[in-house]
T-cell receptor, first 114, second 114 residues
Framework: DAKTTQPNSMESNEEEPVHLPCNHSTISGTDYIHWYRQLPSQGPEYVIHGLTSNVNNRMASLAIAEDRKSSTLILHRATLRDAAVYYCILRDTNSGGSNYKLTFGKGTLLTVNP | EAQVTQNPRYLITVTGKKLTVTCSQNMNHEYMSWYRQDPGLGLRQIYYSMNVEVTDKGDVPEGYKVSRKEKRNFPLILESPSPNQTSLYFC?????????????FGDGTRLSIL
């Protein structure tokens, strides 16, 4: 799977929007962009995914650059519960056969200040 | 409610004493997988299973066994645990079918092998 680069950490204030960036300059045309997060003492949790178009769901929005070399996860109003490590993962539909393995990097540790 | 249940959540044991970590899911998912999470190394896949009686090695299978006799259960077996298997373990599941189904993780099992 192609490599992603995320900042090690970011800080936000409660009830403010948060933009978490992810660079993936070697992304291929068949790579989906997935975001998971891991809250303290819990397993990873799916957030959102997309291919080319921007995506919204109840948890977040995903903005994908036109050239797909970067993307941004947007939390519209951060809460204390959003403090977690956020992982940006590329998943190639053509690789890995039917093993749906996720390759987690180091992610971004988001701190939310009250 | 969709659930992936791991037991035990915490275990301290000694080298060589066989142990089993259970994973059970209530979503009728075909795919199940085990990961271990270590500081600085992220999450690494140990074994995965595409369906009942179908299992295969992930990236770090040495020292582990799995079985998939029923769809809902995917136990991880350490026949002769060693201190280097001290880690945080996660079970994950996803449904088959559409490629981009999200994965669901359990809350983790923290193993300490003395």
């Amino acid at each position: 799977d192609a490599k992603t680069t995320q900042p090690n950490s970011m800080e936000s204030n409660e009830e403010e929007p948060v933009h978490l960036p992810c660079n993936h300059s070697t992304i291929s045309g068949t790579d989906y962009i997935h975001w998971y997060r891991q809250l303290p003492s819990q397993g990873p949790e799916y957030v959102i995914h997309g291919l080319t178009s921007n995506v919204n769901n109840r948890m977040a929005s995903l903005a994908i650059a036109e050239d797909r070399k970067s993307s941004t996860l947007i939390l519209h109003r951060a809460t204390l519960r959003d403090a977690a490590v956020y992982y940006c993962i590329l998943r190639d539909t053509n690789s890995g056969g039917s093993n749906y393995k996720l390759t987690f990097g180091k992610g971004t540790l988001l701190t939310v200040n009250p | 409610e969709a659930q992936v249940t791991q037991n035990p959540r915490y275990l301290i044991t000694v080298t060589g004493k066989k142990l089993t970590v259970t994973c059970s899911q209530n979503m009728n998912h075909e795919y199940m997988s085990w990961y271990r999470q270590d500081p600085g190394l992220g999450l690494r896949q140990i074994y995965y299973s595409m369906n009942v009686e179908v299992t295969d090695k992930g990236d770090v299978p040495e020292g582990y066994k799995v079985s998939r006799k029923e769809k809902r259960n995917f136990p991880l077996i350490l026949e002769s645990p060693s201190p280097n298997q001290t880690s945080l373990y996660f079970c994950a599941t996803r449904s088959g079918g559409r490629w981009n189904q999200p994965q669901h993780f359990g809350d983790g099992t923290r193993l300490s092998i003395l």
